[in-house]
């Protein structure tokens, strides 16, 4: 990943998708690993091809999980190799750092926390006496309304859209950086798109 050369000194918002960008693998994966559902995780990717019904649907494979266990697995996931360097330069330039993520809050957290973004927008993973009840729920500031720039039920666009608003930056001083299968509209909709794939 290499944007060194493509920001100028003026304020802009720079947008992190998590995975592929920020960090080396996925947590979901990382969880599949540790708790032998590998097998039955990549039968689940191969199948549902909506980015937001197969995190509700992998999600179930949490269930029963303490949100203890899973802090530690969040942690112990390598951040790619250049990304406290690439954070840290935007943000001496006065640019908003943040994080865009369909996985879960708690995990965009603490990518927030190590690399020193701004903010960090995800899903809940739904909890009951701090275990994993294999539901999820997806914030508000993800669907559909009147001012989206796109169709879908549920996008990282409107994401985008609610952040510039609250940090007054336009569209066009947004540069979104991600991959073409989790974050490819959002990618269409900023003002500068850094495709990681």
């Not at 973004?117 to 009147?146: C, H, K, M, W």
Request: hydrophobic share 45%; with cysteine.
């Amino acid at each position: 990943m290499e944007i060194k050369n493509t920001i100028t000194p003026a304020c802009k918002m720079i947008i992190f998708d998590m995975y592929n960008t920020l960090l080396q693998y996925k947590f979901i994966e990382a969880c599949a690993q540790k708790y032998f559902f590998s097998k039955e995780l990549d039968m689940l990717i191969r199948k549902e091809k909506d980015q937001s019904m197969l995190l509700i649907k992998a999600t179930r494979f949490l269930k029963g999980l303490s949100l203890q266990e899973l802090l530690k697995i969040a942690v112990s996931i390598p951040l790619a190799d250049d990304a406290l360097e690439i954070v840290g330069q935007l943000k001496k330039r006065g640019n908003v750092v943040g994080i865009i993520s369909d996985s879960y809050q708690f995990v965009a957290d603490s990518i927030k926390n190590k690399v020193g973004a701004d903010f960090a927008v995800g899903n809940q993973l739904e909890l009951i006496d701090g275990r994993a009840t294999g539901g999820l729920i997806i914030p508000s500031i993800y669907y559909y309304r009147q001012e989206s720039k796109c169709n879908h039920a549920i996008c990282k666009t409107n994401v985008l859209l609610y952040m510039a608003d609250k940090y007054n930056i336009p569209l066009k001083n947004c540069i979104a950086i991600g991959d073409r299968f989790t974050a490819e509209c959002m990618l269409e909709q900023a003002g500068v798109a850094i495709k990681n794939w």
